[in-house]
């Protein structure tokens, strides 16, 4: 009777199997191993080509578009942004990658080195007859473990302009030459520093990044106060103006046509001209109280007066206002408008019936910068911004994008620095102290999983690894002088790229983010356990069926 039993199971999965095949007899099937080693070759993939572009030492990859646009880049984000990546399996570990760019602002060749490094380790035990999931199961309790190791290994710090000196040149010596690092790092530092308020959230948009083609890259500077890409509009307005008050509004100043169609009948020019006057007496009356403005507050005074203006300004406006020495400029971005509220105080007024002196903000200068066919217009020396501008100087396009790569990356590691109240060791320091515990750790576990906290603890190892073979160091000799170092001093001990010998992170000044370290725990291990039970891929997609029909 059980023969029969086994007999009737076997032909209902056989009908079953007939049944997928004639729903689509395209279908392409990847069965257990093979659909095992489909995922891994595509993970180690991707894994080799960012491996050599971890840590400072790192190099570049050159990005060439279909119209023959070039990006230089070593920063993990932007390579999986723009390179074309067809495989299913890679294009998930990429996504993860850049959803981990996302949400920390950094971390992104570790997530893809870690995944990858994960599933080679698990591949070593499973080849040899460990079940997936139990190996999935070591992952989980080694994640929980690694957590623990990284809460005591994180150091909690009073945030001071030092320490977030050190986090943003541990990111920003990864981006780009060590040189401009050290250069950019002062300037995002200071940047934060200058839009901090107690209490309230970082906005890293009151950071505004305006690029100039122009010059050197150690040009890029900090501006305490605002840089906008238009300039006045009439040639006789003041190109530069002292000691300024800023007034912003979002008040329409041209003449603007009526919503309903109307005719105008006249039998004189002079009817006409009472017409035309009478039609522009409106726009006539807003720009009066402007100026009427500006004399008021700058009688008897050298103050300069500019005019900020969300809407447009029309050529008899602009004229009158030249006429009375005031610099105007229309059509500005509203974040702009947002961020001279902050950068030089005052209000933005939606009308000019009731102005008063309280509505103007006030910078030290304002003047305007022309290059080639572009026009800036820089605010500064303003009192106390809470607003200010990162201006980006390089001699070519892809220099600019890639300082504004750099430039994203270390805010976020700034923010981030400030948000947590704590940093992690670098320089691999977290991963040889992790892997250390992860060992001690397998011998407590029963049964196969402690396989998988083993595999676990190697896969940290890929960073400090990849980090020496980057530098010109043997990866091998690195890590027996890292990990006797470890035993020794029971303290966390980095790799030090320029001698190859271990170094105390702390004191060196490397400083990773916590929530980088934690989000990478937890995002690569979800998808190497995802991707290590998957047993079959389909590809059987509706279009395989039409093109059958």
């Known amino acids: 009777?059980?023969?029969?039993?086994?007999?009737?199971?076997?032909?209902?999965?056989?009908?079953?199997?007939?049944?997928?095949?004639?729903?689509?007899?395209?279908?392409?099937?990847?069965?257990?191993?093979?659909?095992?080693?489909?995922?891994?070759?595509?993970?180690?993939?991707?894994?080799?080509?960012?491996?050599?572009?971890?840590?400072?030492?790192?190099?570049?990859?050159?990005?060439?578009?279909?119209?023959?646009?070039?990006?230089?880049?070593?920063?993990?984000?932007?390579?999986?942004?723009?390179?074309?990546?067809?495989?299913?399996?890679?294009?998930?570990?990429?996504?993860?990658?850049?959803?981990?760019?996302?949400?920390?602002?950094?971390?992104?060749?570790?997530?893809?080195?870690?995944?990858?490094?994960?599933?080679?380790?698990?591949?070593?035990?499973?080849?040899?007859?460990?079940?997936?999931r139990l190996a999935v199961e070591g992952f989980e309790l080694a994640k929980t473990k690694a957590l623990e190791v990284l809460e005591q290994v994180k150091v909690q710090q009073d945030v001071n302009r030092e320490v977030l000196i050190n986090v943003a040149r541990t990111s920003l010596r990864t981006k780009v030459h060590e040189e401009l690092a050290d250069h950019l790092t002062e300037c995002i530092v200071d940047a934060v520093l200058a839009i901090r308020e107690e209490g309230k959230p970082l906005d890293l948009h009151m950071v505004e990044i305006m690029e100039m083609q122009h010059k050197t890259d150690s040009d890029t500077q900090l501006v305490r106060g605002l840089v906008m890409d238009h300039g006045g509009r009439h040639p006789d307005m003041p190109k530069r103006v002292e000691d300024a008050y800023i007034f912003t509004c979002n008040v329409s100043m041209e003449y603007e046509k009526t919503e309903v169609n109307s005719g105008f009948f006249y039998k004189s020019a002079q009817e006409r001209e009472k017409l035309v006057l009478a039609e522009r007496k409106y726009v006539l009356e807003r720009v009066q109280k402007v100026i009427d403005l500006k004399k008021k507050v700058c009688e008897g005074n050298k103050k300069g007066f500019v005019v900020v203006?969300?809407?447009?300004?029309?050529?008899?406006?602009?004229?009158?206002?030249?006429?009375?020495?005031?610099?105007?400029?229309?059509?500005?971005?509203?974040?702009?408008?947002?961020?001279?509220?902050?950068?030089?105080?005052?209000?933005?007024?939606?009308?000019?019936?009731e102005l008063t002196p309280d509505c103007l903000g006030e910078a030290g200068l304002v003047y305007e910068h022309v290059l080639g066919e572009q026009k800036f217009?820089?605010?500064?020396?303003?009192?106390?911004?809470?607003?200010?501008?990162?201006?980006?100087?390089?001699?070519?396009?892809?220099?600019?994008?890639?300082?504004?790569?750099?430039?994203?990356?270390?805010?976020?590691?700034?923010?981030?620095?400030?948000?947590?109240?704590?940093?992690?060791?670098?320089?691999?320091?977290?991963?040889?102290?992790?892997?250390?515990?992860?060992?001690?750790?397998?011998?407590?576990?029963?049964?196969?999983?402690?396989?998988g906290v083993q595999a676990f603890a190697e896969a940290l190892l890929v960073i400090p690894k990849v980090l020496a073979q980057n530098s010109g160091q043997d990866p091998q000799d690195t890590?027996?002088?890292?990990?006797?170092?470890?035993?020794?001093?029971?303290?966390?001990?980095?790799?030090?790229?320029?001698?190859?010998?271990?170094?105390?992170?702390?004191?060196?000044?490397?400083?990773?983010?916590?929530?980088?370290?934690?989000?990478?725990?937890?995002?690569?291990?979800?998808?190497?356990?995802n991707l290590l039970l998957v047993d079959e891929i389909m590809r059987a997609g509706m279009s395989s069926l039409k093109k059958g029909s």
């Open 1 to 132: 009777r059980e023969n029969a039993r086994f007999r009737a199971q076997r032909r209902a999965r056989r009908t079953k199997m007939a049944a997928i095949k004639a729903l689509n007899p395209k279908a392409e099937v990847a069965r257990a191993a093979q659909a095992l080693a489909v995922n891994i070759s595509a993970a180690r993939g991707l894994q080799d080509v960012l491996k050599s572009n971890l840590g400072p030492k790192g190099t570049m990859k050159m990005l060439v578009s279909g119209a023959g646009d070039i990006k230089l880049t070593k920063d993990g984000n932007v390579l999986l942004h723009e390179m074309q990546i067809q495989h299913p399996t890679a294009s998930l570990i990429a996504r993860v990658a850049t959803a981990q760019d996302d949400i920390t602002g950094d971390g992104t060749t570790s997530t893809v080195l870690i995944i990858g490094e994960l599933l080679k380790q698990a591949d070593l035990y499973i080849s040899e007859g460990l079940h997936p």
């Open 309 to 353: 203006n969300q809407k447009g300004i029309d050529p008899f406006s602009l004229d009158m206002l030249a006429k009375e020495g005031i610099m105007a400029l229309r059509r500005a971005k509203r974040r702009n408008m947002e961020r001279l509220q902050l950068a030089c105080g005052g209000m933005a007024m939606n009308d000019v019936n």
């Open 377 to 451: 217009t820089f605010v500064e020396d303003c009192k106390n911004p809470r607003s200010v501008t990162l201006l980006v100087k390089g001699p070519n396009k892809h220099t600019l994008n890639q300082i504004k790569d750099a430039i994203h990356d270390g805010l976020r590691a700034v923010k981030n620095a400030i948000e947590d109240g704590c940093v992690v060791p670098g320089a691999g320091a977290f991963e040889v102290a992790c892997h250390s515990v992860l060992t001690e750790h397998a011998k407590t576990v029963k049964g196969r999983a402690r396989l």
């Open 479 to 529: 890590m027996v002088k890292l990990q006797q170092e470890y035993a020794e001093a029971g303290m966390p001990v980095g790799f030090d790229i320029s001698t190859g010998e271990a170094i105390n992170a702390g004191d060196a000044g490397i400083w990773d983010n916590y929530c980088v370290k934690k989000q990478i725990l937890n995002s690569c291990t979800v998808i190497a356990s």
